[in-house]
């Protein structure tokens, strides 16, 4: 009976260091891996794919997603997501690229003031759509996949009325050369102009009182009211913070193109949650960390990178990113009944 008693001990000893050992690795270790062995079938398929080339090429291409991905996670934490940022790349584009052509009608010579005012269009135009999916989630109570799906369209018209469907050429040298396709140090302008704002998502998430708040009412809305918390100016904060941070990611992407394009940015939304998600965001709310996203980011731009560079079809790709984020879901659901049990 006490050998009976001490197997069924350490059968359940067994089981449970088991359990911790697949929480740990879906936890923390899965995405790493997995990026690992993406990274070596890549470079055994094509030797140009580590090459410094190519790594330059994919730190570039992965910063307007990488701030988009973070503008997302925001809004994720607080239990909310936005379907709009696509929408408002595209209109961003539009809007900073007409205001920098107007600008250079009157002042031919001054490329810095056309580009001043093409990123204070930018931020002013990310404000006013955070403020108007704000204003719908928070005030008016509106779920936020309805709010941001409308959003979305009401969007979207409204940059193709103001191009007519057509392109905005004409940008400034400065920014389409210097912060389109420029290096400082080696690294792509872009990624320079970024780094400060990760750096305080980063910092307002984990240190400031604006985090504690977002994951608070991602986690028990009822608990958050109770502890005096002011949901709705914080849910508001969050979509403005969202919107503004994806329209600077559509004015570097304007200078990328090297034109106000108004069909830019229909792959951000999916993208940017699949992004999010994978890193370890909840879509149920109040988990998601900024290190975790910026993997997320990478593994979604090498992965889409190494099928390019395999000449992999776009069509193929498409199915690729949504067996990802179908993968990313469920481990979301692993971890809620983990936590559960």
Known sequence: MTEA???????????????????????????????????????????????????????????????IALGQMIVLVSGGFD?????????????????????????????????????????????????????????????????????????????????QGLQVPGLPRTFVYQIGSGRILGLPTSLVMALPVVALVWLAMHHMRLGRYLYAIGSNLRSAVVAGVQVNRQLLAAYVICGTITAFSGWLLTARVSSGEPLLGGEFPLNSIAAAVIGGCSLRGGEGRVPGVILGVIFITVLANGMDLLRIGSNYQMIALGVVLVGAVVLDRYRAARAVR
Do not use: W, Y
Not at 39 to 60: A, E, H, I, K, W
Not at 135 to 145: E, M
């Open 83 to 163: 379907l709009s940022v696509g929408a408002v790349v595209a209109l961003t584009s539009v809007v900073s690229a007409k205001a920098m052509v107007a600008v250079m009608a009157l002042f031919p010579e001054n490329d810095a003031l056309a580009i001043a005012a093409g990123f204070g269009t930018a931020l002013a135009v990310g404000l006013v759509c955070g403020l108007i999916n704000g204003i719908g989630v928070a005030v008016l109570k509106v779920n936020a996949f309805i709010v941001t799906l409308a959003t979305a369209s009401i969007f979207k018209g409204v940059t193709l009325v103001i191009s």
């Open 5 to 67: 008693k001490s197997s069924r001990m350490n059968s359940g000893h067994s089981r449970g260091a088991a359990g911790s050992l697949v929480d740990g690795v879906m936890r923390f270790g899965a995405l790493p891996i997995i990026l690992a062995i993406c990274l070596v079938v890549f470079q055994l398929g094509n030797d140009r794919f580590l090459s410094p080339m190519n790594l330059t090429n994919m730190s570039q291409q992965m910063v307007f997603l990488l701030l």
